[in-house]
């Protein structure tokens, strides 16, 4: 007997033109015997079960090309990402979770916020090693009090919809961490804010009152993140297949891989092309969506 598939579309706006010319889209691909909209405050989804008669890799296709027609986002959500039973969510913070991308605003601080955020930048696109990137630009921090630290922290912004994703999986029961090329420091006040499951960064280097502009310990790169989610997920008894990753860049894109759906959230284009699901919305909360939260 042949699987249903979840197909989760997702827009700013999404009318009766979109459903049907979805529906269009597909009808190469299998039977649609299910189609539900759900309307949320800045964002429509539709959700369709499909019983496939190709590939997935040719209905990933005709999803693609109505995408690019529509301006609208769509993906295949595997059914344990979706379906009850246990599930974990693991989210990048800089520019995924949060608004910010803390380093920069760090570097602020030190007069040197556009040449930080250039590597930032090239990092982020992978065009840089991230490992030696970050040593780089944590050098240009060496001598900031330690007081600034405080001052980032209450300059965060959660990303819209952040807060309603994290409490849905708290609500029923499944962890939720995040894994951060970041820094410890600052992330500590806000996981303790979200209740976060767990919450792995990088450390500064702080001595007499100073950052030192080196870090403690390993760096957390793209194989620590995939680490990271594996190794949360066997200690929560979350299959892998059940788990669901977010992040936007480079850094991320072994995590996104290996998690059961990879959700690139307003990503670089590189990281758009690799992930399960691109988010091109900037609201967090679609995701509980593709969670069938």
Same mark, same amino acid.
């Given at each position: ?231 949360? $997920? @066997?200690?929560? %008894? !979350?299959?892998?297949? +059940?788990?669901? &990753? /977010?992040?936007?860049? =480079?850094?991320?894109?072994?995590? *996104?891989? $290996? @998690?059961?759906? %990879? !959700?690139?959230?307003? +990503?670089?284009? &590189? /990281?758009?092309?690799? =992930?399960?699901?691109?988010?091109? *919305? ?12």
């Amino acid at each position: 007997m042949t699987e249903n598939l979840r197909v989760v579309a997702y827009a700013g706006r999404l009318d009766d033109g979109h459903r049907a010319s979805l529906v269009e889209a597909l009808r190469g691909s299998g039977r649609v015997s299910d189609v539900s909209r759900a309307r949320e405050p800045t964002f429509d989804v539709l959700t369709l079960e499909l019983t496939p008669d190709a590939a997935v890799t040719s209905i990933r296709a005709a999803l693609s090309r109505w995408s690019s027609t529509t301006g609208s986002g769509a993906a295949i959500v595997p059914a344990p990402v979706h379906l009850p039973g246990p599930k974990l969510l693991i989210l990048d913070v800089d520019s995924t979770l949060i608004k910010q991308e803390v380093i920069d605003v760090l570097a602020a601080h030190a007069g040197r916020e556009a040449e930080v955020a250039a590597v930032t930048e090239a990092a982020m696109r992978g065009e840089i090693d991230f490992s030696r990137s970050l040593h780089r630009r944590v050098l240009a921090l060496q001598g900031l009090p330690v007081s600034v630290i405080d001052d980032v922290v209450d300059r965060i912004e959660l990303s819209e919809g952040a807060e309603a994703l994290v409490n849905a999986y708290h609500d029923a029961g499944h962890p939720v961490g995040v894994v951060s090329g970041g820094f410890s420091q600052v992330l500590a006040p806000l996981a303790a804010r979200l209740r976060l499951t767990f919450a792995e960064a990088n450390d500064l280097e702080i001595v007499d009152g100073r950052l030192t502009g080196r870090l403690s310990g390993a760096v957390v790169d793209r194989r620590a993140k995939e680490r990271v989610l594996r190794r949360e $997920a @066997a200690r929560a %008894g !979350v299959p892998l297949a +059940a788990t669901l &990753a /977010v992040g936007d860049g =480079a850094n991320d894109l072994d995590m *996104l891989a $290996a @998690a059961g759906l %990879g !959700v690139a959230f307003n +990503a670089k284009p &590189a /990281v758009r092309r690799a =992930a399960g699901a691109a988010l091109d *919305l900037p609201d967090l909360d679609v995701v509980r969506h593709l969670s069938g939260l």
